[in-house]
């Protein structure tokens, strides 16, 4: 079955630590693996996602196809980092939906 | 920057009422969806809806759902019925992509429905 883990539903950490969200996934073809965030009171918005393979706010995540895994990193979290994080799959049937996570509350400590 | 929107933002009915939820996708995309999530659990895909026609449903989407684009830019989610667990926040999207492709799919603020 397609499905996507994230096993932490929070994570805690002070300003300045590092971070890595956890993200495995489950999934027979190619999937493609996306990083959505939701600030408070502020809609999902898309953060990145393996194929561009760019960094955002500092942000970045690598898919691992052994490991079946796409962890979220971040050096130095900052307090604005604070919200709630998705990991999302497509790439299943034609229609690209998106299969999510159950998510991560990130919690930035100052 | 264009975004999607959703009205209401919170919408209360009682249990067997109907209720439509509007959504107003951005205005040159050509894939729109909606997905919910129940309070505490994670966002699950429900429908999308592509050439004026449904092009994929998950088993949430029963007979008591329904999907329409009544003009250029609404689209609407109907609940014949509503049941107590029908209550969630649910959730448009749209996307540029044409099938066979992926594109980064815009999200509405939700709209929170709570059945009595």
């Known amino acids: 079955a397609q499905r996507v883990t994230q096993p932490e539903k929070l994570l805690s950490v002070f300003k300045g630590a590092p971070v890595e969200l956890k993200c495995n996934y489950s999934?027979?073809?190619?999937?493609?693996l996306f990083w959505y965030v939701q600030y408070s009171r502020q809609r999902l918005q898309l953060l990145l996602r393996?194929?561009s393979r760019e960094s955002i706010k500092g942000f970045t995540a690598d898919l691992n196809k052994g490991e079946t895994s796409f962890h979220l990193k971040k050096p130095f979290a900052q307090e604005e980092d604070s919200a709630m994080y998705y990991c999302a799959l497509s790439g299943l049937g034609a229609t690209n939906k998106l299969i999510f996570g159950t998510g991560t509350l990130l919690a930035v400590q100052p | 920057e264009p975004e999607v929107t959703q009205t209401p933002s919170h919408q209360v009915t009682q249990m067997g009422q109907e209720v439509i939820l509007r959504c107003v996708p951005i205005s040159n995309h050509l894939y729109f969806y909606w997905y919910r999530q129940i309070l505490g659990q994670k966002v699950e895909f429900l429908v999308s809806f592509y050439n004026n026609e449904i092009s994929e449903k998950s088993e949430i989407f029963d007979d008591q759902f329904s999907v329409e684009r009544p003009d250029g830019s609404n689209f609407t989610l109907k609940i014949r019925s509503t049941k107590l667990e029908d209550s969630a926040m649910y959730f448009c999207?749209?996307?540029?992509?044409?099938?066979?492709?992926?594109?980064?799919?815009?999200f509405g603020p939700g709209t929170r429905l709570t059945v009595l």
């Open positions: 999934y027979s073809g190619s999937p493609e």
């Open positions: 999207a749209s996307t540029r992509a044409a099938s066979g492709s992926t594109d980064t799919q815009y």
């Open positions: 393996h194929i």
